[in-house]
């Protein structure tokens, strides 16, 4: 098992320095590399840490903290790993549990080490067991471009290869760079990629397609007010073929998006998992039932996109558990309830059940990459502190500070993977592209939404 775990990692990297082995992998004719990472180093002027205990999604009570910490996210084996890891580390059990009240105080001192949301008790937390108040029990991380690349419009592939472990929840994100029509999710946000490190097999219900660490899932949520999101629209999940998860291997988590459309896909462009049609005569507003609601549309006077035609940066992070029903009470073992808010010291008394499955725990990121079209359909804008541009990545066409924002008139349409050329300048590759291509020829759809 262990064998075959690295040989699987090292085929995935050989192919990741090729790049062209997913998707549409480099450039597409007419398509610019806006962002290229390889994590060769982790780059902290382009990868903000977040500094909270408020949660990857405010409200769902998640039970990690995220901090700025090496044994969180470090990059090895050149690939970024967030790794969550236990704060009984750094505060004791009893500290967690407040046997031995303590606190964790992430309001910080300094601009490098302040709190980045207080939302939902983000920047402090004490335990204390006569209270029935627990620390978070998870140390994780969550990173982030906000302040440092946005896009609108392009192309997104991300090459990770998803933990393994129980009510570990991975996902990688675009969130709106200036909430242009008001707060969440009245501006938008594009999930990638979200899943679940439990073993494949998992069940769920209702909206959900279930699935372990063998089902990558994409939604987008909009909706004029937090009680209006329309996720369930939006939402598509893919399995991987039997016997296999995307916590074997490295596998490519894409976007393409522009003024037309906006659909993600697994490993190769034709591999849809959810796709959204912008249409003049059929905006969102539409689309989501909200004519005649008597709600005030804030998406009007936006394009037929909005709340999709802004700029949005990119989010990755690992989170653990939370109250929002992603895990279903009473379903799999689950060792805690939703509702009665002692959740997260229910899921640490739990800790000899999944701890055990945690052993390849890690969120493994290889590569980020954004393209944009020159003037094709995808031609859109971004913004960048000037930073990031470096000559290590290999992306010297890209000059200092903010890019004009680029017309967007002539369609192209996606334009196709050279794969056979690619395969062809691989040479000794072309049996691993193959079985590759193969495999992915086989994932499943359990989900798709077309809107
Ligand atoms: C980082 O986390 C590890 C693991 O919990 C801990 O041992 C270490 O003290 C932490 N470092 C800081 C500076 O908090
Ligand atoms: C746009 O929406 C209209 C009205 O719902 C529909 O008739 C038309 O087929 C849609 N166009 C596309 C390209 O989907
Ligand atoms: C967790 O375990 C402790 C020790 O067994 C127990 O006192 C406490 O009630 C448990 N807490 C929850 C929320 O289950």
């Known amino acids: 098992m262990k064998s075959c775990t690295s040989v699987t990692v090292s085929l995935a990297l050989l192919l990741g320095a090729n790049a062209h082995k997913h998707g549409k992998g480099g450039n597409a004719p007419g398509e610019t590399l806006i962002l290229s990472d390889s994590f060769n180093l982790l780059d902290h002027d382009l990868w903000e840490h977040e500094i909270t205990a408020g949660g990857a999604k405010g409200g769902n009570w998640e039970f990690q903290y995220f901090t700025n910490n090496r044994t969180n996210t470090f990059v090895s084996g050149g690939a970024l790993h967030i790794q969550p890891t236990l704060t009984a580390q750094l505060f004791t059990e009893d500290g967690v549990t407040g046997v031995t009240p303590a606190t964790l105080d992430l309001w910080g001192s300094s601009p490098a080490d302040a709190c980045t949301s207080n939302a939902f008790y983000g920047c402090g937390r004490s335990s204390n067991a006569i209270a029935h108040m627990s620390l978070p029990p998870v140390q994780s991380a969550s ?38 029509y008001g707060a969440w999710p009245s501006s938008g946000e594009i999930t990638i990629m979200q899943s679940r490190g439990n073993a494949p097999g998992y069940a769920a219900a209702g909206d959900d397609a279930g699935g372990g660490c063998n089902v990558v899932s994409s939604l987008a949520h909009w909706g004029p007010h937090y009680s209006q999101n329309k996720w369930p629209l939006t939402i598509g999940s893919v399995a991987a073929p039997a016997g296999d998860t995307f916590a074997d291997d490295f596998h490519t988590y894409g976007l393409f ?71 279903i009470d009473g379903m799999e073992g689950k060792p805690w309830t939703d509702s ?50 470096r000559a290590a990545e290999g992306v010297s066409a890209l000059g200092g500070a903010p890019a004009p924002s680029r017309s967007s008139s002539t369609p192209a349409g996606p334009s196709q993977a050279s794969i056979a050329m690619v395969a062809g300048a691989i040479g000794l590759c072309v049996g691993i592209v193959a079985t590759a291509l193969a495999r992915q020829a086989n994932t499943r759809m359990l989900r798709y939404q077309e809107l």
């Open 143 to 180: 990173l982030r471009t906000a302040e440092s690349f946005s896009f609108r419009y392009g192309r997104v592939e991300v090459v990770a290869k998803l933990p393994r472990g129980d009510w570990i929840k991975p996902s990688i994100s675009l969130l709106p760079a200036r909430n242009v």
């Open 257 to 327: 998006w522009d003024q037309d459309i906006l659909y993600t896909y697994v490993d190769d462009d034709s591999n849809r998992v959810m796709s959204i049609a912008f249409n003049e005569s059929a905006s969102m507003w539409e689309k989501g039932g909200f004519e005649g609601s008597g709600m005030a549309n804030p998406w009007e006077g936006g394009s037929a996109a909005a709340p999709f035609d802004q700029r949005f940066y990119i989010s990755m992070s690992v989170s653990v558990g939370g109250v929002n029903g992603y895990f």
């Open 340 to 389: 009665n808010g002692q959740a997260a010291m229910e899921f640490w008394n739990a800790t000899s059940d999944w701890w055990p499955t945690w052993s390849d725990s890690a969120l493994q990121v290889e590569s980020v990459k954004v393209w944009q079209g020159d003037s094709g359909s995808n031609g859109g804008s971004y913004a960048a502190a000037g930073m990031y541009y």
